[in-house]
């Protein structure tokens, strides 16, 4: 986490260091010997003050109000799926008395998520190095910070928070076509070699970061990244067509193709020029199991070959 952006004190400081480092100390390990359980921390769900329900309360309806008409119908479902709460930050596990509502309980995401794609969202600290992320994808588990921003952080925040990853994320991982493709994804990344890096980074990128689809014709948005922020979906879904870039208020949707996809490079800070539409879910499972076959070959292939 970031030095300078204030979060409230919402995990412990030995426990912090004990999952950054299992995590850290990862990057050594034959992905084989990984265990990600040394990785989560616990959610300290009482620790979250009124501020921190307030931020997420508010960055939920700022969202809910056009977000019926921009996202993916499938992001949607998963939504309603997991039964994320409007007022309050998400519980991952179990259930809680709510802290303002007398008489009410909270049940975690993951109760609702786990039966249906077999999907759960673990508690980290901040970024996992790119080894233990993988790892956590392999087994169908998806880190997700349990911070989140403070109120003069509202609109941008440049590291992922619970609003990002929980919000953007989590919904379709209930859906069972979105939710192979994340596994394989990460299995193929833990077995990749340096060749296939960049274009991993580029795949992720393109799909689950900032990726759009067409549904019955229309454009929709799927990506964290554009799903949680209000401008990145404008501008993704109404800014005019062009190579013109961002500098003129231009964007390229062009149709999602695997090889293009890992050729483009991304620049991060700024609103994507170039985006890519799916036809459907089906197509980004298969295209990622295309690549995991041209990971395995080259795991495979001689050295030297
Ligand atoms: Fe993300």
């Not at 609702?112 to 190095?129: A, C, N």
């Amino acid at each position: 986490m970031r030095e300078d952006i204030k979060y409230n004190n919402i995990i412990d400081g030995d426990e912090f260091a004990r999952a950054q480092k299992a995590a850290d100390d990862s990057a050594g390990l034959d992905h084989t010997q990984i265990d990600t359980e040394g990785f989560y921390v616990e959610q300290q769900y009482h620790k979250y003050s009124e501020e921190n329900h307030r931020v997420w309360k508010t960055l939920w309806y700022k969202r809910w109000d056009v977000l019926e008409k921009q996202a993916s119908e499938t992001y949607l479902k998963g939504l309603r799926a997991i039964n994320l709460n409007p007022d309050r930050v998400p519980l991952l596990f179990g259930e809680v008395p709510d802290p303002y509502e007398p008489g009410k309980t909270i049940t975690g995401i993951n109760e609702y998520l786990r039966p249906l794609t077999g999907w759960q969202s673990r508690g980290v600290p901040g970024y996992l190095p790119a080894k233990a992320f993988f790892s956590c994808l392999s087994r169908r588990e998806f880190p997700s910070t349990i911070v989140i921003r403070p109120e003069d952080k509202m609109d941008y925040l440049p590291e992922p928070d619970i609003f990002h990853d929980v919000f953007g994320h989590v919904p379709l991982h209930a859906d069972p076509v979105f939710a192979d493709f994340l596994q394989t994804y990460g299995k193929a990344a833990l077995l990749a070699g340096p060749e296939h890096e960049e274009a991993l980074a580029r795949l992720f990128w393109f799909t689950v970061e900032f990726g759009l689809i067409s549904e019955n014709g229309n454009l929709k948005v799927y990506g964290s990244g554009t799903i949680s922020s209000h401008s990145e979906s404008e501008y993704a879904l109404t800014a005019p067509e062009g190579k013109g870039g961002r500098d003129n208020g231009q964007i390229e949707r062009r149709p999602f193709n695997l090889d293009q996809v890992i050729n483009t490079p991304f620049e991060i800070d700024h609103f994507q020029d170039i985006v890519y539409v799916l036809d459907s879910f089906e197509q980004l499972r298969d295209a990622m199991n295309d690549y995991a076959n041209r990971v395995l070959e080259d795991s495979n292939a001689p050295a030297g070959a």
